[in-house]
C-alpha cells in the first residue's frame, strides 16, 4: 500500500468511533488503514480509506494505531497484547476509550511507555475535543506526538494530567446528570423544562467559554468572583443530596416527557440525531469563524 508524507495510521475496530477516527485521519491527509473481525463493517466503512483483514499486515509501517473495538476491557487487553507483540518502539498505542483506566489497559505491555488513551466524544467531526490520558509510564513524548496528531487532524486535544474515573468530560457530565435527575425526581422542574436551562441558558455560553471562565468574567475577575459568590456557591452545594439510584419510576416519567418531543423509535430517534449534528455542524461553523486560529 502507497504510504502518505504525513505517515501510516490504523484504526482496529470500524465501527462507529472507529469510522469517525478513520475520516478525520484521511481528512488529515494520513494514510489510513482500517482492521476489523467483521469483513462486512470494513465494507461499509471503506469509501475512501483502505481496509485489511490481517492485523500484523494493518499495522506494518504505522505511526499511530488507534483501537475503537467495544468497551470491554478484557476483549481490549488482549487486542493490545497482540499489538504489544508485533509492533516497533516508534508507534503509538491510542485507545478510544470512554472510561477503562490507562493503568489497567496496558498493564504488562512491553511498550506502555508507547500508550495513550484518546478519548473522542461523539460525533467527532463536530465535537473536536479529545481527552489524552497517560498510563502513569507513559512517556512524555507519546503525550507529545498524540497532541500534536490530535491538532494536526483538526481536534482540539487537552491533557488529563493523571487518571481518574471517568476522565474530565465524564465527570462534568455525570455530576449535571446527577442534579438534573435529582430536581426532576424532587418534583422542582419538569424534565422538557431542566433540559432547556442548558440548551437555552447554560449551554449558549458553555459553547464558548467554560465554567473557570464564566466565573472569572461575572465578577472583576476569579477573585474578585470568589470573594462575592464562593459562600453563596457553598451553601448551595450543601443542599446536593447522595448520588441518585436512577429509580425505574423517575425514568419511566422522564421517557415519558422526552417521548412527546421525540417518541422512541428508530425513525424519530435517527431524524433527531441527524437535526443534532447539523446544528452541531453550523456551531462549529459559527466557532471557526469567531476564534481567532
Ligand atoms: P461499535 O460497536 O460501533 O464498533 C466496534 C467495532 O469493533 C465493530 O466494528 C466490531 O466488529 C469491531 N471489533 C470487535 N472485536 C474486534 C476485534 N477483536 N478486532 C477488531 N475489531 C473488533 O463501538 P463504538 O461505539 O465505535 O465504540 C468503540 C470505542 O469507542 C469504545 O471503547 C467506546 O467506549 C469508545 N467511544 C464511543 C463513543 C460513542 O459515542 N459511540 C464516544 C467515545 C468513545
Redesign the pocket.
Known amino acids: 500500500m502507497a504510504s502518505s508524507a504525513a505517515g501510516c495510521v490504523v484504526i482496529?475496530?470500524?465501527?462507529?468511533?472507529?469510522r469517525s477516527w478513520a475520516m478525520l485521519f484521511a481528512s488529515g491527509g494520513f494514510q489510513v488503514k482500517l482492521?476489523?473481525?467483521?469483513q462486512q463493517?470494513i465494507r461499509n466503512a471503506l469509501e475512501n480509506i483502505s481496509g485489511c483483514p490481517n492485523i500484523q499486515e494493518a499495522v506494518e509501517g504505522a505511526m499511530h494505531i488507534q483501537e475503537?473495538?467495544?468497551?470491554d476491557l478484557e476483549?481490549k487487553k488482549k487486542?493490545f497484547a497482540q499489538l504489544d507483540s508485533i509492533i516497533d518502539d516508534r508507534v503509538i498505542l491510542s485507545s478510544?476509550?470512554?472510561c477503562l483506566m490507562p493503568s489497567k489497559l496496558f498493564a504488562g505491555l512491553v511498550h506502555v511507555k508507547q500508550c495513550i488513551v484518546a478519548?473522542?466524544?461523539?460525533p467527532p467531526y463536530y465535537i473536536p475535543l479529545v481527552e489524552l490520558v497517560p498510563h502513569p509510564e507513559t512517556a512524555p513524548t507519546t503525550v507529545d506526538r498524540t497532541h500534536a496528531l490530535m491538532k494536526k487532524i483538526g481536534q482540539c486535544p487537552m491533557r488529563v494530567q493523571k487518571e481518574v474515573a471517568g476522565f474530565v468530560l465524564n465527570r462534568l457530565q455525570y455530576a449535571i446528570i446527577s442534579e438534573a435527575w435529582r430536581l426532576v425526581e424532587e418534583g422542582i422542574v419538569s424534565p422538557s423544562d431542566l433540559d432547556l436551562v442548558m440548551s437555552e441558558g447554560l449551554g449558549m455560553r458553555y459553547a464558548f467559554i467554560g465554567p473557570l471562565e464564566t466565573m472569572h468574567l461575572n465578577a472583576e475577575g476569579m477573585l474578585s468572583y470568589c470573594d462575592r459568590y464562593s459562600e453563596g456557591i457553598k451553601h448551595v452545594l450543601q443542599t446536593f443530596g447522595p448520588i441518585p439510584e436512577f429509580s425505574r419510576a423517575t425514568a419511566e416519567k422522564v421517557n415519558q416527557d422526552m417521548c412527546m418531543k421525540v417518541p422512541d423509535d428508530p425513525e424519530h430517534l435517527a431524524a433527531r440525531r441527524q437535526w443534532r449534528d447539523e446544528c452541531l455542524m453550523r456551531l462549529a461553523k459559527l466557532k471557526s469563524q469567531v476564534q481567532p486560529q
Do not use: F
Open positions: 482496529v475496530g470500524s465501527g462507529v468511533i472507529g482492521y476489523d473481525i467483521e463493517q475503537c473495538v467495544p468497551e476483549l487486542i478510544s476509550t470512554s478519548h473522542p466524544v461523539n
